[in-house]
Structures are given as structure tokens and as C-alpha cells.
């Protein structure tokens, strides 16, 4: 029996009806599908209210599902939207959950009638969301953001960026210069206040829904650490870019919403604006790996197209630190920007 045939099965069971379709609904960097399940009529819905639904499909032999719902339970408990979990059966690996529409806030803001203020009030909701999480923070509930798991993630990038990517081997003044870099960035991120950690807030995982923005999906990664982690995800995006003044000011926003809440922030914006500074840089370096290994293990080439975006964040933010000159002069010889030609006369 094929996977899809047991999922089918488990469906018409969980269901009591044979009557549906499923449909593909989306695939993520790891081995999970999501698939839409719709009916053919609304008297012939199964679970009330709910015209559509999501069932992933998560294979036990390479992912665990038990992760997922936690995060789901524990997120949910704050208020925010995530898919209400309906029925589930982590041996097979399958979750049948509410459908958040297909929607992505990426797609929203690039359509060509997104204007700024509509842009705005969508980061502000995203926002509002991450604040909620964050006040229900406390120890013990979510794995460390430790040292550890930090050096794994930066090491991502000598080992599938620079060797693999782009084929450079690394000399050894080279490789210390760039290990000391990856300390004074782990040591400044462990200093920072900890919260509930999405760990992949940004737009492609956030939903648009009327009157509930946003529907977060793709946190079962989520961790207990740096408090500007999630900010650097959505503001310093992956896949879509904003002048520095609309994050500056979002960014704003944020600082002295948490301190209104009591959350553990930075007295001082500029201290506080340093620690975001330097979760993005570790961040971009971590997921400039990630895309990397993702095209020469997973066969998955469309990420690259986000490497520019990426590499342009780390230039910015390392120009603005002298600790930082090493990884610069680094990324410059790995990857040269294109001199202009111009005429002389």
C-alpha cells in the first residue's frame, strides 16, 4: 500500500465518509505534504462549519509529529491562529487540522495593489501575534536555543555555502577568523532575553485570514531563546525586501509594545536594536546554509534565488559592526560585487 493509499484510508475513517477530494495543498524544506481535503457539497461536510480542511502527512521514519502538536497547543493557548487540530494519528504521521486558507502573506504583499499602509497593518498584526506568544513565555516548555543548536545552525555555512556551494576551501587563518566571528555572535545572542522562539516567522508562513490576521503555520521547530530572533525573521525576510525606515519603525513599534507588556526588552533602543542586528546576521548566515543544502542534498535549486536578498542583509549589517570586518572581507571574496564600468574622459 502506497503512502497516499494509507492516508486515504485513515481519511475515510477519520471522516466516516468515502466523500471527498484531496487535493496537493503545499510542501515545506522537509519531507511533510500537506494536502486539501474539500467536499463535493456543503450538506455532504463531514466536521460542521469547516468547508475545507488540511491533513499532513508527515512520514514517521523522517519526521515526528509530536513536535508539531505541542507547538500547536501551546501557541493556540495564547490567542493566536493556528490550524485547530481535529483529529490525529502521530504513529502513521498523520494530522487533520482547520484550513488557513492558501493565502501567504508573501503573496499579499506582492500584489500590485498592496500599498504601504496596507503592508503596514498586515507586519503590525504579525506583530501583535508574536507579542502574545512571547508574554506566555516560560522556561522549560520548549527545547534551549542553546550554544549547541547555534553552532550547528552557523556551521551550515562553511560546510554546504562555502565548501559545497561555492567550492572554496578555506585556509586556516580563514577558518579562525571565521570561527571567532560565529563566537562573539553566540555570545551575544545567548545574552538576550528569552522568549518562545517561532524560529521561521516570516511571510511565506504567515496566512492571510478576514479579521483574524495572521494564521501561522510551520512552527514545529519552535525553541525557548533570543528574544529578537522572530523580528529578524520578519523584518530581515528571506523573500521580500523593505527599506530600512519601514522596518526601523516597525521595529519601533515592537520595542515599546513589548515594554508596555512587561516583556523583557533592552532598556535602551540602540542595545536593543544591536541585539536584532546581530540575531539577523547569525540567522541569514544559518539559512544561507540551509538554501545551499537544500539545492545539493534535497535537489530543491529554487531557494538560491533568495541568496542575493540574503547576501545584501549580512553585507549591510557587517559594515555597521568593526567585529564583523573578517566575515565581510570573507563574503567579498567569496562572492565579489560587480564593479560598475564607467567612462573616463
Known sequence: MTRIDKLQQ?????????????????ADASFRRYFRVTFPAEGARPIADHASLIVMDAPPEHEDCKPWLAVARLFGNTGVHVPEILAEDVGQGFLLMSDLGDTTYLARLRAPDCT??????????????????????????????????????????????????????????DTAALMDVFDKIIAVNLAEPKVFVHRDYHSRNLMLIDGANPGIIDFQDAVYGPLTYDLASLLKDAYIEWEEDFTLDLLARYWEMARKLGLPVRADFADFHRDYEWMGIQRHIKVIGIFARLCHR?????????????????????????????????????????VEQGYTF
Open 116 to 173: 504601504p499602509v496596507v503592508a503596514a497593518h498586515l507586519y503590525v498584526d504579525a506583530i501583535s501575534s508574536l507579542l502574545a506568544i512571547q508574554a506566555a513565555s516560560r522556561p522549560g516548555l520548549l527545547p534551549d536555543y542553546s550554544d549547541e543548536l547555534l553552532r550547528r545552525e552557523l556551521m551550515l555555512f562553511p560546510d554546504w555555502y562555502i565548501a559545497r556551494h561555492k567550492g572554496v576551501t578555506l585556509d586556516a587563518e
Open 10 to 26: 485513515w481519511l475515510t475513517q477519520t471522516l466516516s465518509s468515502p466523500h471527498y477530494e484531496l487535493t496537493p495543498a503545499s
Open 298 to 338: 534535497d535537489g530543491k535549486d529554487g531557494y538560491l534565488t533568495s541568496l542575493p536578498l540574503l547576501l545584501r542583509y549580512l553585507r549591510k549589517a557587517c559594515a555597521r559592526y568593526r567585529e564583523f570586518g573578517p566575515l565581510l572581507k570573507l563574503i567579498d571574496k567569496l562572492d565579489p560585487v560587480p
